[in-house]
Structures are given as structure tokens and as C-alpha cells.
């Protein structure tokens, strides 16, 4: 490490301890960022972290419908973000028409909605998911027919292990798990015929049929360090390259194919942490109503989940 960056870091540090300041990073950020986080995890992890810290303060490394979470779930808090335009576009592909429309047809759906959501989309939902309990949450709900959005890999197979649920699907995704095809897995396996195959279930049902294992980011870390196997073709986003490397340093991992990257996740660098915790900005607002609405479901989903 540069002596630069080494004084960037320890400025950051002064800079959270004088401002009373958690920082909370995805795995999908930059591998530098992670390093000087204070807690590092998956959605799940993350949302339950935001309502256990003693901090005045959030910065949230992540894209902002994480921030947003941590906003909701503590409207006393100030929640601030390395990047404000730092955007999950799947977090844009429900609408709340088509949720209207879905209820109004069928009146005992329960409205499932992935955690990677705006506030509005939330707020119009019954319980909020995570890719890591999804299953355990769906299982919970006393309602037979769910209506799952917006991710429709993520839908088809939390309906695949609840089958005796009725699901209706959204047609949402994400652009970086899809340009994940079966023939790259297939390539990757051909060159590393030894390595298992792990893959996030935002991936495409042909990629998921290939896996030996599908998991959010915290369970794909943790298969790797459980496992007695040496190397993994990961298919996810390559933020999640720096723990799995942290966690099993003599272990190979290789990614599937060459478009494994979150654009927005990588918006977040170690120069803008620095900015965020001198301005204490920019600041996550959510309207008070709005976030009263969409902290219904995600208190739901954090009780169902436990
Ligand atoms: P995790 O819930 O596994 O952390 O995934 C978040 C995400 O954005 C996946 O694309
Ligand atoms: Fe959104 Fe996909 Fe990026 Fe996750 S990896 S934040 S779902 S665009």
C-alpha cells in the first residue's frame, strides 16, 4: 500500500472517530473500501447492523436503496453515502400500478418484495426479502400465493424450494448477474474441472442448474470456507473476490465470465468515503410518511427472518 493511501486511511479513522460515524460496506465495493469498513456483509447482515449500532452516524459504502434501508430503519440517525448516484437499477423495475393491479385481482397475494427496491416500491409491499431469506420469509407468510418482485431469478427459485406456494412473477433483473450465460460457466469449468461452482440467485435458471452451490454473498463466502475444496468459479459480482481471498488465502477463485461488475458499486472509492465523512454529506432523506409506510415490511421481513 502507497503511503498516501495509508494516510487517506488513517484520515478516514480520525475522521469517524470525531464524527461519531459506523461505515458500512457490500461486499460488492472495492476491495480498498472493505478494508477500512467497520462491518462488511450481505443485505441481510447489513439491514440488521443498521438497527444495532451506537453511532450518531452512517456512511453507507453500498448503492443507495442499502442507504436508504438503513434510513428507514433508523430515522433518528444520520445515514450520509460515499455516492448519492450510486443506484441499483433493478431497485427502479417494480411499479406500484402493476402491485395495485396483482392485488386488486387477486386479494389474498402477499406482495414479496426483494430488498433491492425504492422506499415507494417497499411501501406498497407486505414484506420485504433478501436473497439470503428469502425462502425462510416466503415459508413464514400464512398467504398461499405470492406475488414476488421484482427480481424474477431470484422468484423462480425461492418458488422452486416452496412449492406448495403459488408464485406470480415479476420481470425484473439484474444486468450483472444475466451477462452471466451457461456457456461461460461451462467454458470456466472446462478450464477449471476441479472447481465448484458457486453462483448468486440473481443468475439465469440455466447458470443456477450448473451450480453446486447458489447463495447470497454471505453463504457463498461461508461455502468457501466450510468446504474441504480448493477452487471456486463465482458467479457474482468480483467485490466479493476480496473476502473470499481474506478468508482462504491458499484457495483459487475464478470468475465466470469477463462482466462480473457492478458499475455502481464501484462508484464508491476510498476519495469519497474521505469527502462524505469531512462534509457529512451527501445525507439520505427519506419523507417522513413514506418512510414510515416502507419500514412496515422490512421490520416484517427482519421478525420472519430471525
Ligand atoms: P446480497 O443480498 O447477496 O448481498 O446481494 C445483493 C445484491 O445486490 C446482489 O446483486
Ligand atoms: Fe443491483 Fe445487480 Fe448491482 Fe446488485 S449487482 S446492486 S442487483 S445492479
Known amino acids: ?169 415479476h420481470d425484473g433483473f439484474c444486468h450483472v448477474h444475466t451477462d452471466i450465460s451457461a456457456q461461460d460457466v461451462e467454458k470456466a469449468k472446462e478450464i477449471h474441472p476441479d472447481a465448484l461452482v458457486l453462483s448468486h440467485p440473481e443468475c439465469t435458471a440455466d447458470v443456477l442448474a450448473l451450480s453446486d452451490f447458489i447463495g447470497s454473498t454471505s453463504e457463498i463466502i461461508d461455502f468457501t470456507c466450510a468446504s474441504d475444496q480448493d477452487e471456486f468459479i463465482i458467479c457474482t459480482e468480483t467485490g466479493v473476490f476480496y473476502e473470499l481471498q481474506q478468508k482462504n488465502p491458499q484457495k483459487k477463485f475464478y470468475s465466470a465470465a469477463r462482466s462480473q461488475i457492478c458499475p455502481n458499486m464501484k462508484k464508491i472509492t476510498l476519495d469519497k468515503v474521505e469527502r462524505a465523512l469531512e462534509e457529512m454529506a451527501p445525507e439520505m432523506v427519506v419523507e417522513d410518511e413514506l418512510a414510515r409506510s416502507a419500514s412496515r415490511p422490512l421490520v416484517r421481513m427482519l421478525e420472519l427472518a430471525k
Request: charge should be negative; charged fraction near 25%; include cysteine.
Open 1 to 169: 500500500m502507497s503511503a498516501d493511501q495509508q494516510a487517506k486511511k488513517e484520515h478516514i479513522r480520525k475522521l469517524q472517530r470525531e464524527k461519531d460515524t459506523v461505515i458500512l460496506a457490500h461486499y460488492y465495493v472495492d476491495g480498498s473500501v472493505q478494508e477500512i469498513a467497520d462491518f462488511v456483509g450481505d443485505s441481510y447482515f447489513l439491514a440488521r447492523k443498521a438497527v444495532d449500532i451506537p453511532q450518531k452516524n452512517i456512511l453507507f459504502c453500498g448503492v443507495s436503496f442499502m442507504a436508504e434501508s438503513a434510513k428507514i430503519l433508523n430515522p433518528d440517525k444520520k445515514v450520509i453515502m460515499a455516492d448519492e448516484t450510486a443506484d441499483c437499477p433493478m431497485a427502479h423495475m417494480a411499479d406500484a400500478a402493476k402491485i395495485r393491479e396483482v392485488r386488486q385481482k387477486y386479494e389474498d397475494a402477499a406482495v414479496v418484495c426483494y430488498v433491492n427496491s425504492t422506499a415507494e416500491i417497499k411501501a406498497e409491499s407486505d414484506v420485504c426479502v433478501t436473497s439470503s431469506n428469502a425462502v425462510r420469509v416466503v415459508r413464514a407468510l400464512t398467504n398461499q400465493r405470492i406475488f414476488f418482485i421484482p427480481d424474477n431469478n431470484l422468484g423462480r427459485h425461492v418458488a422452486e424450494q416452496v412449492p406448495e406456494k403459488t408464485f406470480i412473477f
